[in-house]
């Protein structure tokens, strides 16, 4: 994992957090936050870099002018009032739709759980996500860490595993799918590869009347989803119907066709969409790696033999190298192959895996043994020339500045095993794209990409999903489908690629009557619940067997109450307010502070409760009557409403955001609606 | 719709110094107009007894009828209470005070209980020194029985509905001096950063402190032609300088230039420290306060803050020299003069 210390995402783009150490902060004030202007997380730490040993520079000088002087300096900007017409502002008030990629509207959809209304739910998922089946079993959940619930209570709301119940709770959808025009554009698109970022381009762009072309050389659709995520974690069934659901829009497949040369389809098509993921899997050159070479497997390629059933069966004793979620799949996968004594090495501390915590979990509650800071040195081979175990030398990690580094301890161990399974990583590899055709690649042979519009040096080639920048997971090819496809629409109607449409929001009043809001506004104080898991011995004994049971419906109902509404937002109107401290004195939270406006810092220092969380921004008002201004910190609002349910004069209202991220099945909506 | 107020609180919300947060001196949900001026004294008496550290079930809450009467029930759960019938609450408040000397007594009224119906008991509590803080939340009319003048309302100010008001007002924080209140104050309940300290001086203050807040009544009171609306309070409240309470063993931490500011010792010994203004002005001359209110009164000026303090005064129960136990406290042989005494006594009658 690239490292983000001090580092943030707003608006794809990452800033700096800034701080000065707190003996100073008086005398000096803080600066709070500076964008590095890189949407590239690779670019941005160089920045990052940069703009800190900067700012130390700058903070020495201004500290010695100040102690020369006695003087105290603080930035003298007062804070400008909110704009909330800008779209952002309340988009990112909802913590976990800022966070997904896809910014897939969670609240919304969990209100719609808490009323059984699963095929719309479903639908709302489908828009943005395109895969709630499939996503609702596996997805990376990124909405998660961020949910506020994990600020205001313990642990996040279930998100992901809620989006599975629109999935197991739906009936037949299919009357909601969109139109697909009989009468197309006249415009053909090719898609190479059959992953989710194709097949999200395929989705976005069949309603609008382009013929589209999928060119998959394997023998079904599906991508690294069908070939390694194995079924005891997503049936085929899932898979099966979200994925035929969009060949069957009108998608023209083509299975068992390997593209060899770009160059010999490029000028079928109006546009061409690479979506070929990161299909090499990393390789271990240490002694004894060739004559072994036929007890060691690839991770990624071994789980594909294993998905097309080439592979049945695998030796007793299995080590697993790597830390990441690759490794934790071909763990579990051994175990249900037969093995029985399973073992993952990773060079790393165990706190350091790349792994996702629940990942690593399931692996562990299934009796997988993880030893870390274990670094492979040797294949061990017996008399015969087989693979008998494996050398490894003991690490271990010291932390300077925050950066670690591994050092050997001398320490060998040495473990027996069968087959080794390696789990190191995933290049991207194009042997199949000419290098003379106008596709730009870098020192690492990765094409050069555009973060906003998806499109290469050749302007009719745009990458996607982890053909672009290598491995991510799904709903990031997802998100970069929606963005291609809309480029890809752009460029076949000749219309500029970063004139892009904006996102869809409109913020409507909840206020029914007196007392009366129209969404359910009482917390509840319920810890996270967990999913039920299948019986672990049968689970262990049948490869195809789902582990997770999901939600049944009343625990999901249960879950879906946890969620905070934090679309509902708090919309101010000054010229409303009288002043009398209502909102104020309700708020469980102490969000809402009155007081004379001043430097961000400072402002942030004075209020009810310091706002420490720099993330989270904070909602300024115009001026008031008595010269002060009202300051809301989003960080800690549990969206109750009871400041505008107290508010006599109606200042606050509780206001709906609905926020939709632009992609062209919207494409109308956004129309007419600029219009309007 | 649920309107309580969820339990969930600010993980990073100041404790004081019993650990506890403002949250834990909150009580009911109000049942008062969303906006009323009541709610937000509530709020500042809620922060004045987190900042004092005060242990709720040594605090007694006293109040009679009214809306503002109503107002103990929404703060400081854990205290005593007692809610008396109309104007009586006085007389509840001296009889506790006499029988138990150790609780805070939080007397909480309005401008009906206090300057009408309750004026008789009002006068003679000030003048007996009764050991409380006298809260009157004054907005000018009855608002509880649907927003009648009051006996505090002022006479240019007509009521919602156009009428006028025919009687000249109760000025009671000048009445309070003259009857000897040895603590005055007026402050105004969307000022909270007068108010808070203002209380705080009056809890710790020994005697009768009275607090006369202007507050709103935004359903009766709060339109163009009344002088107790929110609108017209901040157009015409002087403030008196800025108030700070000080407790025992803290420096001052505002720093007023030499001179700019006066300092009032209280009985536990913590200061109130008051910024002077162009009134040069001395609250501890009765004679002086009730001038500078009579001047402003006239120049229709509201004037707001610390007017009047006597540290050197006797409460109650010195003055009947009173045991200092609580009466429930004192044990038999405290209580029985025993049978020589009650000799002596006999011999007395016959
Ligand atoms: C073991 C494992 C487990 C994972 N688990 C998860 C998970 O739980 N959750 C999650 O979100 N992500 C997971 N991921 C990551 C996720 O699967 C990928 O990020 C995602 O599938 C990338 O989608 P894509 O469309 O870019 O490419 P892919 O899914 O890789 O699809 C690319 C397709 O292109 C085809 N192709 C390649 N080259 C050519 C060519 N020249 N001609 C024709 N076809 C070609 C391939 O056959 C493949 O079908 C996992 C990855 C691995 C390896
Ligand atoms: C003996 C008696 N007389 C009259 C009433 C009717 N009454 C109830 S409240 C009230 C006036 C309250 O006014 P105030 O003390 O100013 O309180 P507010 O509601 O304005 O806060 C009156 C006259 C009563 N409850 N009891
Ligand atoms: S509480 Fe609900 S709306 Fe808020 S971040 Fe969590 S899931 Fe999203
Ligand atoms: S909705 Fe209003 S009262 Fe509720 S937590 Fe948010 S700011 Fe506070
Ligand atoms: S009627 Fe007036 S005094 Fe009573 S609660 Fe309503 S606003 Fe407050
Ligand atoms: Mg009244």
């Not at chain 1, 492979?376 to 010291?398: H, I, N, R, S, V």
């Not at chain 2, 500078?292 to 000026?301: A, Y």
Request: aromatic fraction near 8%.
């Amino acid at each position: 994992m690239s490292d983000k210390k001090y580092l943030f995402k707003r608006n794809n783009v990452w800033w700096v957090k800034l701080a000065v150490p707190l003996s100073l902060r008086n005398e000096l004030g803080y600066d709070l936050r500076r964008s590095t202007g890189e949407k590239d997380l690779d670019k941005a730490i160089p920045v990052r870099d940069k703009i800190i040993e900067e700012f130390k520079t700058e903070f020495q000088i201004k500290k010695i002018n100040a102690d020369d002087k006695g003087i105290v300096l603080r930035g003298t900007e007062h804070m400008q009032k909110t704009d909330i017409s800008d779209p952002q502002y309340f988009h990112k008030v909802v913590d976990c739709q800022y966070a997904c990629p896809a910014h897939t509207n969670v609240p919304e959809y969990i209100r719609l759980i808490a009323q059984k209304k699963y095929d719309d739910a479903y639908m709302l998922n489908w828009e943005s996500n395109v895969f709630p089946g499939i996503l609702g079993r596996t997805c990376d959940r990124p909405c998660e860490p961020a949910c506020r619930r994990g600020r205001t209570h313990d642990k996040p709301v279930a998100i992901c595993r809620l989006k599975r119940v629109t999935y197991d709770y739906k009936n037949d959808i299919d009357p909601y799918l969109p139109e697909i025009p009989k009468v197309k554009n006249g415009k053909k698109i090719g898609l190479i590869g059959a992953g989710p970022a194709s097949l999200t381009v395929a989705r976005d762009l069949l309603p609008l009347g382009y013929e589209v072309t999928i060119f998959e050389k394997d023998n079904k659709p599906g991508g690294l989803m069908r070939t390694n995520i194995p079924s005891f974690r997503l049936p085929a069934e899932v898979l099966d119907e979200e994925v035929y659901r969009i060949i069957k829009m009108g998608a023209d497949l083509k299975t068992n066709s390997y593209i060899d040369s770009l160059e010999n389809i490029i000028d079928s098509f109006d546009a061409v969409f690479v979506g070929t993921g990161a299909p090499k899997g990393k390789d271990l050159e240490i002694t004894g790696r060739k004559e072994a070479s036929e007890n060691i497997h690839i991770g990624i390629d071994w789980l594909t033999s294993i998905a097309f059933e080439h592979t049945k069966s695998i030796g007793k004793k299995v080590i697993v190298i790597g830390g990441g979620n690759t490794a934790m799949d071909c763990c579990r996968t051994a175990i249900r192959l037969g093995a029985d004594d399973v073992k993952v090495t990773v060079r790393s501390p165990k706190s350091d895996m790349k792994a996702s915590d629940w990942e690593l979990e399931e692996a562990i509650d299934e009796g997988i043994p993880i030893l870390d800071n274990t670094s492979p040195k040797e294949f061990l081979l017996d008399d015969k020339g087989k693979l008998k175990g494996m050398k490894f030398e003991k690490m271990e990690a010291q932390y300077t500045d925050g950066k670690r580094k591994l050092i050997p301890t001398g320490e060998e161990i040495i473990i027996e095993c069968d087959d080794v399974l390696l789990a190191i990583g995933q290049d991207n590899a194009f042997p199949w794209i000419e290098k003379n055709i106008g596709i730009d690649f870098n020192e690492w042979d990765c094409p050069i990409v555009d973060k906003t519009t998806m499109q290469s040096s050749h302007p009719k080639v745009f990458f996607g999903g982890d053909a672009a920048w290598g491995p991510e997971n799904i709903i990031w090819a997802v998100a970069h489908g929606h963005q291609a496809a809309i480029s890809i629409d752009n460029f076949c109607s000749e219309i500029d690629l970063f004139d892009r449409p904006p996102p869809l929001t409109n913020l409507v009043s909840q206020k029914m009557g007196i007392h009366e809001w129209s969404y359910d506004n009482d917390i509840s104080q319920e810890v996270r619940l967990e999913v039920p898991h299948a019986d672990l011995k049968q689970a262990l004994n049948d490869l195809k067997m789902e582990v997770e049971l999901g939600f049944d419906e009343k625990l999901a109902l249960d879950e879906a109450q946890r969620c905070l509404n934090c679309d509902m937002q708090t919309v101010f109107q000054e010229k409303l307010c009288i002043e009398c401290d209502a909102c104020v004195d309700i708020c469980p939270t102490d969000c809402i502070t009155f007081t004379t406006n001043d430097t961000e810092e400072k402002v942030r220092e004075k209020l009810r409760v310091p706002a420490l969380n720099l993330d989270q921004d904070l909602y300024v008002s115009g001026k008031l009557v008595t010269g002060r201004v009202m300051i809301k910190d989003e960080d800690m609002c549990v969206h109750c409403g009871l400041c505008a349910e107290r508010c006599p004069t109606g200042a606050w209202d509780i206001q709906k955001n609905n926020y939709i991220e632009a992609h062209n099945l919207n494409k109308d909506k956004v129309k007419t609606k600029e219009v309007a | 719709m649920s309107y309580f107020k969820p339990i969930n609180k600010h993980p990073n919300l100041e404790k004081n110094k019993l650990g506890l947060t403002r949250r834990d001196y909150e009580g009911g949900v109000s049942t008062l107009c969303a906006g009323c001026g009541h709610d937000s004294i509530s709020a500042c008496i809620i922060e004045a007894c987190f900042r004092l550290n005060i242990e709720a079930y040594k605090v007694a809450k006293l109040s009679g009828i009214g809306c503002s009467s109503k107002a103990p029930a929404y703060f400081l759960n854990a205290s005593h209470g007692f809610n008396s019938v109309h104007g009586r609450m006085p007389s509840i408040a001296t009889g506790a005070n006499c029988a138990n000397e150790d609780l805070l007594y939080l007397g909480v009224s309005g401008d009906g209980d206090s300057a009408s119906i309750g004026i008789g008991q009002f006068i003679h509590a000030i003048r007996r020194q009764v050991n409380m803080v006298y809260f009157v939340e004054n907005n000018g009319t009855y608002g509880l029985t649907k927003g009648q003048f009051s006996a505090t309302n002022d006479l240019e100010s007509k009521n919602k509905y156009g009428e006028d008001n025919l009687f000249p007002p109760i000025d009671l924080t000048s009445m309070a001096i003259q009857m000897g209140a040895s603590y005055v104050a007026r402050s105004f309940s969307g000022d909270r950063d007068q108010l808070v300290p203002l209380i705080m001086g009056a809890i710790q203050h020994k005697g009768f402190a009275l607090l006369d807040i202007i507050s709103p009544c935004v359903t009766f009171n709060n339109h163009d032609s009344s002088t107790k609306s929110y609108d017209y309070i901040r157009n015409h409240n002087e403030a008196m300088g800025k108030t700070d309470f000080v407790p025992l063993g803290e420096e001052i931490k505002t720093n007023y230039d030499e001179g700019s500011s006066v300092e009032v010792k209280l009985h536990d010994g913590s200061r109130l420290s008051l910024e002077k203004t162009d009134h040069n002005f001395d609250p501890t001359d009765a004679g002086n306060s009730l001038d500078l209110i009579r001047k402003k009164n006239k120049e229709g000026k509201i004037i707001t803050g610390l007017l009047y303090v006597d540290n050197k005064c006797k409460p109650l129960t010195e003055i009947m020299d009173l045991p200092d136990k609580p009466l429930n406290t004192l044990e038999q042989d405290e209580l029985c003069p025993g049978s020589e005494i009650l000799e002596v006594i006999n011999n007395d009658l016959s």
